[in-house]
């Protein structure tokens, strides 16, 4: 090869790497392209931060994300969410928001997880408690409705419980009966400005099955059986609410799954056959009967044989293009959150909850080179149930809500764009690897000892045998 030629395959790559540089900065074109599009949408992206930099501080809204002149249909990109789960304008109840970030004059876009702290729009007045049913957590209970009547905040209580509130004891509560109301899930749910759990991971879970839309920030106070998603312990309960109210706090963003379930859908997805979307029609999408209700997964969903002798058969997809067949008990998709639940179980590895993606965990597979993995999150998964299996599964969400699935009936899941705001005790990342510790004692050994020459090894005293015992026991009585 000649020095010139060297020279233009050099040429050639730098021009492309440059091409592709500037490509990762896309420009926001009209629909209509024109040679001064570039210009014209730098000058459109300038105007439109500095309008954001002008507004307030205590203002969430962030710039419009740049868009893509050669981005194709929504239907073909096989992305139909961000990567990171939150929207930027995703708010937390009526008044909760994360707080807009500024560093040396530049707008940070994307969140970092470690910089989200909470920040109220305005002071919050109306707290819901879901407490764990029975008496372990009702003293704790009563204790904290008290305090915050007298703190003159609008206090949401399930209707039995509202009942074991001392009004009649306590002359200065009576006036704040009328403060202390029955909560309505259907009429309620856009009041609530916070949430706080007593009890342990399956409070919380309730708390997310209940809003299953925006939710409001989540304080969990640790009185259950294991506690790895409740950090803070009720004794220093005074202290932490003035830090939660005032809004002083880190908050984590547990992801959840929006999972769709399909009765008799996706006919025209094979193993063998993976059609363009793009080539579907109206007809085609509209045809299978959705259901209604959508169920947001904090933990995972489940799809396994349930009470069936024989082995799940299970077809997954991911973005509509067949994947693998799943033969087993079944198949776990769980969030970061879920990843040390029944996926750890299963052996799925731990996923910090900060990191946006899914896992995908075989239940006792019949190919054991099926391995759990990690999936980016924002991608569309779709289980569905093989034309060819000899009996149902069955679905689950969190645990709850099992429902039997037929033949050809699937279930479409992504990542919502609503997670779940949990108030922090430490910071985002600090608290997990807290938990791992402190609950699921990850990794504590005791240390191996290490070589010391200057002290000598002590001979171990010999252990006596059963009959020395009893000689030793029968000189100690004469």
Not at 73 to 94: D, E, I, Q, Y
Not at 269 to 291: A, H, R
Not at 357 to 382: E, K, N, Q, Y
Not at 439 to 463: G, M, V
Request: aromatic share 6%.
């Amino acid at each position: 090869m000649n020095q010139g030629s060297k020279h233009d395959i050099f040429t050639s790559s730098h021009q492309r790497r440059a091409q592709n540089a500037n490509e990762n900065v896309p420009p926001v074109l009209d629909h209509e392209s024109n040679e001064s599009g570039v210009s014209h949408n730098n000058e459109t992206l300038n105007n439109s931060n500095r309008e954001v930099m002008k507004e307030s501080e205590d203002d969430c809204v962030l710039p419009p994300l740049p868009k893509i002149s050669r981005r194709p249909k929504l239907g073909a990109t096989g992305r139909t969410h961000s990567v990171f789960a939150p929207s930027p304008r995703c708010n937390f109840g009526p008044k909760g928001t994360l707080k807009k970030i500024q560093n040396d004059e530049e707008l940070i876009v994307i969140q970092d997880p470690s910089s989200q702290r909470l920040h109220w729009n305005a002071p919050p007045s109306n707290i819901l408690i879901i407490r764990k049913p029975g008496l372990s957590t009702l003293p704790e209970f009563q204790i904290l409705v008290v305090k915050l009547l007298k703190r003159r905040l609008n206090v949401f209580v399930a209707s039995s419980d509202r009942a074991q509130v001392p009004f009649d004891s306590d002359a200065d509560l009576k006036e704040s009966f009328e403060r202390c109301i029955p909560f309505d899930q259907k009429d309620d749910l856009n009041k609530i400005d916070l949430v706080i759990c007593l009890g342990g991971d399956g409070t919380l879970l309730h708390a997310s099955s209940v809003f299953q839309k925006n939710c409001p920030p989540v304080l969990s106070f640790s009185m259950g059986s294991l506690g790895f998603l409740t950090p803070f312990d009720f004794q220093f309960h005074d202290k932490i609410l003035d830090e939660a109210l005032s809004g002083k706090v880190a908050v984590l963003l547990r992801t959840r799954l929006k999972c769709t379930i399909i009765k008799g859908g996706l006919n025209n997805l094979s193993p063998s056959d993976t059609p363009d979307l793009s080539s579907q029609t109206s007809e085609t999408s509209t045809s299978s009967d959705v259901d209604d209700a959508l169920n947001l997964a904090l933990n995972e969903v489940v799809i396994d044989r349930g009470p069936n002798p024989y082995l799940s058969n299970i077809d997954l997809y991911i973005n509509d293009k067949f994947i693998t067949k799943v033969q087993g008990d079944g198949l776990i998709i769980s969030t970061p959150t879920g990843s040390t639940a029944y996926g750890m179980a299963a052996g799925a590895s731990m996923v910090h909850p900060s990191v946006p993606a899914m896992v995908l965990c075989p239940i006792c597979p019949h190919s054991l080179s099926f391995r759990p993995i990690v999936v980016p999150a924002g991608i569309d998964l779709t289980v569905k149930v093989a034309e060819d299996a000899r009996l149902t599964a069955w679905l689950s969400v969190d645990g709850r809500n099992r429902l039997e699935l037929l033949q050809n009936d699937s279930v479409k899941m992504t990542t919502s764009i609503h997670p779940v705001p949990c108030i922090c005790r430490f910071d985002q990342v600090g608290d997990w690897f807290q938990s791992l510790a402190d609950i699921l004692h990850w990794n504590i050994r005791k240390p191996q000892l290490s070589f010391d020459t200057k002290k000598k090894t002590e001979r171990p005293e010999e252990i006596p045998t059963q009959g020395e015992e009893q000689v030793k026991t029968q000189d100690g009585n004469e």
